[in-house]
């Protein structure tokens, strides 16, 4: 067993979704050293928690799905990466999520890399020389299906297909670093993409009015291309800010698509912010904390001086004029 396959854990405390795949890698590659230990444990000390531990890692299950989870977690962290960055390429979801979906498809038909090798490790009962305990594969191939079943609707749910289509067709019409330089092509470049734009958001929805103009917007997206094109072709984002700041009052409607597409919530990068600044707060009842006191020690967390440029003087003489206190 190699040093860098050991993992520690100080004390019990979450797991964040985006660490699963090293502690599950950290399982299995211990998962012999483990069950020897325990069973080294149960004989020396007759310990009974030892002894329900091996029982459980020694059903066939448990190494079982430990390989699935290596399988299906390498092909879902590899979409989770497009994510983890502070500007997302939108261009690049609906192929990733495409990719993601296939992936997972070919784990339903057959097994993946890792699953595959413990399945020709263990086929007479035995797996790295331990053997495993209640064999059943119909029991298992039941719980695979049902659990590749439930990742696959939990994807397609959290990217519907429909939604992927409109972020596509907005960085087609928005992103100038995709336009073509030929004026002839700069003309035709986006007209059905922004077909579909119009009848997203140019039409009522409800109570609400449109977002934009159809006609309006339809003549303007030839001039709005050639400005943006004239502007040095920025990217996405470099595009939807001219159309909000200088170019705003000229193309009202792109400015609303703008303003719409920079708040799409693409990129985790603000929540892996959040999960950093909790673990800034240093109290021993931190998980007892009422949502609005994390939320405001948070908050000091994420705007608040190092300590070595912190002025004391000012914040204690700021405090003490905020209210009057008793003199003990």
Not at 43 to 48: K, T, V
Not at 50 to 64: D, E, I, N, V, Y
Not at 120 to 132: M, N, V, W
Request: proline residues 5%; contains cysteine.
């Amino acid at each position: 067993m190699d040093e860098h396959d050991l993992l520690s854990l100080k004390q019990p405390s979450a797991t964040r979704w985006l660490s699963l795949e090293r502690a599950v890698k950290g399982m299995r590659a211990n998962w012999v050293a483990l069950v020897l230990e325990l069973e080294e444990e149960e004989a020396a000390r007759d310990c009974p928690v030892a002894k329900g531990l091996r029982r459980q890692l020694q059903k066939s299950t448990f190494p079982a799905l430990t390989h699935l989870l290596t399988d299906v977690l390498s092909v879902v962290n590899r979409m989770n990466l497009t994510f983890q960055k502070e500007d997302v390429n939108i261009s690049s979801i609906q192929p990733v999520v495409n990719m993601t979906l296939a992936s997972l498809d070919d784990l339903i038909s057959e097994p993946g890399v890792a699953e595959r090798k413990f399945n020709e490790a263990s086929q007479d009962g035995r797996f790295c020389g331990i053997t495993l305990t209640q064999p059943d594969a119909q029991a298992f191939s039941k719980l695979r299906s049902q659990y590749l079943a439930e990742i696959t609707k939990s994807v397609k749910k959290r990217f519907p297909e429909e939604h992927l289509g409109i972020i596509a067709d907005l960085d087609t019409v928005l992103n100038a670093s995709r336009y073509p330089t030929a004026d002839s092509a700069l003309k035709t470049h986006g007209l059905e993409a922004l077909e579909r734009v119009c009848d997203q958001y140019g039409s009522p929805r409800g109570a609400a009015a449109p977002l934009v103009e159809n006609d309006r917007m339809q003549r303007d997206f030839l001039p709005m291309k050639r400005v943006l094109a004239g502007s040095g072709n920025p990217s996405f984002r470099g595009s939807c800010r001219l159309l909000i700041t200088s170019l705003g009052e000229m193309f009202p409607d792109f400015r609303a698509l703008a303003e719409v597409a920079l708040v799409i919530p693409v990129s985790s990068v603000a929540a892996e912010r959040g999960f950093s600044l909790q673990n800034k707060i240093k109290t021993a009842t931190r998980s007892r904390l009422s949502e609005a006191k994390a939320q405001h020690l948070m908050s000091i967390a994420s705007a608040a001086e190092s300590i070595d440029t912190f002025d004391y003087t000012q914040a204690s003489a700021l405090f003490k004029s905020m209210r009057p206190r008793r003199k003990v």
